[in-house]
């Protein structure tokens, strides 16, 4: 950590609690309390979220949120931006970015470039994480005075949006949230020019299924399953791969493979990946079906350790599993290969990862399933889930909507 700044966790700041009878203390404990219960009741916050508070006050609002239930909490009280007090640069917040679900500050106003500040809290949070910014000096009795006093942090966003302006106490509330990557950030990747599922494809992408907004009616029945558009008899290794499958297989575990698939699920060597092995170690006994054990994909959640005589690959003591290695060395022989996945965070990034390694290139069918219910942080929902299945096929990758259950 630069000198000039404070990185804490609330059992260090014990000893402070003494100094919370003063006024400043109690008004930053009140803030947090509200700003916290309003941002829980509109359903834009919980308490697993990864949480840091920037500036003044920050001490307190850490204790408020440590007592409120946020078990990862952390405060910056010292922010390095450039002081007119110091005439000198102390540089940005020391941490990488997409680090925090939440963070909370009330220096806006206070700071000497306000736009280094609101720019630095927007790249430490996640996609989808929320900003919360209380801006003081205006009254509730001005006509337009809430809009007004919102501008000094709308009008410095560069990747997030406004989703809640109120008052609490003397402050204006700011609340932002971070957008997801939008779908065009696909278009940096330069794929190779003998990309062989994308060359092979591209015939028949306006063949394709078009994109709807709501789950229809028998969604299976609908899919232009790419083997009923090109011949695939030839193709002797087919493979099969769900990512994520357990969160499709509690709820119709007999139905796993796709319905209507155009091909026998014998036909091809089946890959599940997910990091509950209670969830699939007792459906995968079958010959050609085998289960990746990959605890990445639990993001923040603890997930059971499997047991050292399980049958998973890769074998739990080679340490240091690379998932993208897997993934390219499993496909690159494969002559036919059906990619299943959910729009969570950990597999989007993993899809920037097919792109940037040009292991996408493998790929000749996916199935992404992208959901509002998916309870994961920094997943795709909504319109940005629309916008990144247009940028798939734009890229020429034979890409279906999967509804699931």
Known sequence: MVPGTYFFHAQFLNP????????????????????????????????????????????????????????????????????????????????????????????????????????????????????????????????????????????????????????????????????????GYLEQYCLPADCQSITNNKPFMDQIEPLVELKPVGFEKRFSYLPKLIDVDTRKRLVYIDIGAGLHLNSNAMNWFLPSYPLDRKAFSVYFVDHNTSVLLSLVKKPGITFVYHPGLAGNKASPIPSPDEDIDPPLEIEGFNFLSWFKETVQYADFVVLKMNAGKVEMKFLSELFESGAICFVDEMFLHCSDSLDAEGAFKGEDCMDLFKGLRSRGVFVHQWWGD
């Open 16 to 183: 402070i609690w003494g100094s919370f009878e003063s006024v400043n203390c109690k008004e930053n404990v009140n803030l947090t309390i509200h700003v916290v219960r309003e941002l829980v009741d509109k359903k834009m916050l919980k308490y697993n979220a990864r949480a840091l508070c920037v500036g003044e006050g920050s001490a307190a609002a850490v204790l408020t949120l440590q007592d409120l239930g946020f078990s990862n909490a952390g405060g910056v009280y010292r922010h390095r931006f450039f002081s007119l007090k110091w005439k000198q640069f102390v540089h940005e917040l020391d941490y990488l970015d997409d680090s925090f679900d939440f963070v909370l500050s009330r220096d806006v106003d206070k700071v000497s470039v306000p736009a280094l500040l609101v720019l630095e809290i927007e790249r430490v949070l996640s996609p989808g994480g929320i900003g919360a910014m209380l801006v003081g000096g205006v009254s509730g009795s001005i006509p337009n005075s809430l809009i007004r006093s919102a501008t000094p942090v709308s009008s410095l966003l560069k990747s997030s949006d406004v989703v809640h302006v109120g008052y609490v106490h003397n402050y204006t509330l700011v609340v932002f949230k971070k957008r997801f990557q939008n779908a």
